[in-house]
């Protein structure tokens, strides 16, 4: 498989989770590279559900090496009880999971954070999982942040940690919010490190041994490009690069070793949280919500559905370099008599084939619609290309074309077997 990127193409939840899944099995190590527990990826095994937040996905197959890199950010807690619910679930977790030594930590104060300021912002709300991300970088880009290499230094912690809770509760006073407590911070996040200090590792000098010895290394993407802090929809973003570039930054793995970058997108279009997007449509919501679809993994809202924006995935392609595309979720339109597929945006006089960096700009567009007919019968039982219906051949090598990437996995359902490796 050599040394591959995987990413979202649109925004987030395009049903990474499990293509990863099924590359893992080509793959020896699998590298999560930045983002924290405020994304979700979903396998479904046998019958088993398995859901899964800042663990790599690779975790569910055997003498697979998963790595939680450098540009992650781990909320200790949260790590330690994911640990342990995979392994009721069965999952061997031993010294197959690594952890970078200088991911930084996410606290209780960044959480209480994150939700005032939403509070603050009333209606122009970003739409945060509340898990307190955003104010993690934002310690780590100031160079106030604490790391995984301070959590597991007891005196060290103690002391940093003291600190940044009168500072923090200085701030959450002036919002209003209740203080933290020292003590029961400090006992929990301890105890926390103490679990986890036997996964601790550098991770830049283990991956480096890995590519000496031609280990072929999957990184695994969270969210998706127009939620990237560069790339996406500013500032209705995450706070980390969810694009290929954010791969290298975030596992110390430079942009030559990499050799190919898959781009995983549904069939049609989902967000969750706020911000423009412009091929939203209330019927197509609706109609996926009854079907028990397009719920976020990790909060339960029901995402935002529309039509697919070629406007938007092309432009991902362009960004990540993407030189595969993996499209999921086919088996949602089954039902339909005709698909709508958006070409370009029109605002006023004025036509895009690009996605306009200016937010209010984005907001004003309408789409620009082509039509393909639908194919009307069941197509979660295909397991090649040639048991796809014409129609549904037609409809993804449509996109791939409008994309610009060739088409080489699609998906039909939410099973391993429900695969197609073109």
């Given amino acids: ?89 069965g999952v061997k977790i031993d010294r197959n999971l690594y952890l970078s030594e200088t991911a930084h930590l996410v606290l209780p104060y960044h959480r209480e954070l994150d939700a005032q300021r939403e509070i603050v912002k009333g209606k122009n709300k970003i739409g945060t999982t509340k898990r307190g991300i955003g104010p993690a970088y934002g310690d780590k880009a100031a160079r106030t942040g604490l790391r995984v290499v301070d959590l597991v230094k007891p005196e060290r912690f103690k002391q940093q940690l003291e600190l940044k809770i009168k500072e923090n509760n200085g701030i959450l006073k002036a919002f209003g919010a209740k203080p933290l407590s020292f003590k029961k911070v400090h006992e929990e996040y301890r105890a926390a490190g103490d679990y986890l200090k036997p996964f ?13 010895r031609g280990d072929d290394i999957l990184f695994e993407g969270a969210q998706g490009t127009f939620l990237d802090i560069d790339h996406g929809t500013y500032p209705f973003v995450t706070s980390s690069n969810t694009t290929a570039g954010g791969a290298c930054t975030g596992s110390g793995i430079p942009p030559h070793r990499i050799d190919r970058v898959v781009g995983v997108m549904k069939a049609y279009t989902t967000r969750v949280g706020e911000g423009p997007l ?145």
């Avoid at 939840?13 to 590359?23: A, M, N, P, Q, R």
């Avoid at 893992?24 to 559900?49: F, L, P, S, Y």
């Avoid at 549904?392 to 791939?400: N, S, V």
């Fill in 1 to 89: 498989m050599a040394n591959t990127i995987l990413v979202g193409a649109q925004w987030g939840d395009e049903g990474k989770g499990k293509i990863i899944d099924v590359l893992t099995e080509q793959a020896d190590v699998v590298v999560r590279t930045q983002g924290g527990n405020n994304a979700g990826h979903t396998v479904h095994i046998k019958g088993q559900k398995y859901v899964l937040h800042l663990v790599p996905s690779g975790i569910l197959r055997k003498q697979k090496v998963c790595v939680i890199g450098n540009g992650a950010v781990v909320d200790p807690v949260s790590l330690v009880e994911e640990i342990e619910g995979l392994r009721k679930l």
């Fill in 200 to 212: 601790v590792a550098n991770t830049v000098i283990l991956l480096h041994e890995a590519v000496r």
């Fill in 278 to 422: 412009p091929t939203e449509n209330a019927e197509i919501a609706d109609m996926l919500h009854a079907m028990g679809r397009e719920f976020g993994a990790t909060t339960g809202r029901p995402r935002r559905c529309g039509w697919f924006d070629s406007v938007a995935t092309r432009h991902a392609a362009m960004v990540n370099g993407i030189d595969d595309l993996a499209i999921t979720n086919i088996d949602g339109l089954d039902s339909l008599e005709t698909i709508k597929v958006c070409i370009g945006y029109r605002d006023g006089d004025r036509q895009y084939d690009y996605v306009p960096n200016d937010i209010e700009v984005l907001a004003r567009c309408q789409p620009v619609y082509a039509e393909f007919p639908g194919w009307r019968t069941p197509t979660d039982r295909a397991r090649k290309m040639s048991d796809l219906p014409a129609k549904t051949r037609t409809y993804l090598k449509a996109l791939a074309e409008l994309t610009g990437a060739k088409l080489a996995i699609a998906s039909v359902g939410p099973g391993r077997e429900q695969t197609i490796l073109i």
